[in-house]
Nanobody, 123 residues
Framework: QVQLVESGGGLVQAGGSLRLSCAASGRSFRRYAMGWFRQAPGKERDFVAYISWSTGTTYYTDSVKGRFTISRDNAKNTVYLQMNSLNPEDPGVYYC????????????????WGQGPPVTVSS
């Protein structure tokens, strides 16, 4: 398992942008698929995006396609989530997670989680 520390959350106006970062400990970071999830108040934690470890293949939930970009820098043991055109459906606590075997949308695939920085979007 790895330890994950996120940063970059905060308050942004609708239509604005934020970039979340997730720094991972451990020497095997490049072999972990990484994902981002979010949880709005009173709702379940939902999948946002993932990036595979081998080919860098990315996958997004439909509501963020074309607006969010997940990327990774294996030299820095860091995964990013660039969020553009934020709207009132995007606020919540954003969690990054690592997946040591396989990858998918379900949270059960992931075995380590960050603490979750909050993202707030003002209208």
């Amino acid at each position: 398992q790895v330890q994950l520390v996120e940063s970059g959350g905060g308050l942004v106006q609708a239509g604005g942008s934020l970039r979340l970062s997730c720094a991972a400990s451990g020497r095997s970071f490049r072999r972990y698929a990484m994902g981002w999830f979010r949880q709005a108040p009173g709702k379940e934690r939902d999948f946002v995006a993932y990036i595979s470890w081998s080919t860098g293949t990315t996958y997004y939930t439909d509501s963020v396609k074309g607006r969010f970009t997940i990327s990774r820098d294996n030299a820095k043991n860091t995964v990013y989530l660039q969020m553009n055109s934020l709207n009132p459906e995007d606020p919540g606590v954003y969690y990054c997670a690592s997946c040591s075997y396989g990858v998918g949308e379900a949270s059960a695939w992931y075995d380590s989680w960050g603490q979750g920085p909050p993202v707030t979007v003002s209208s």
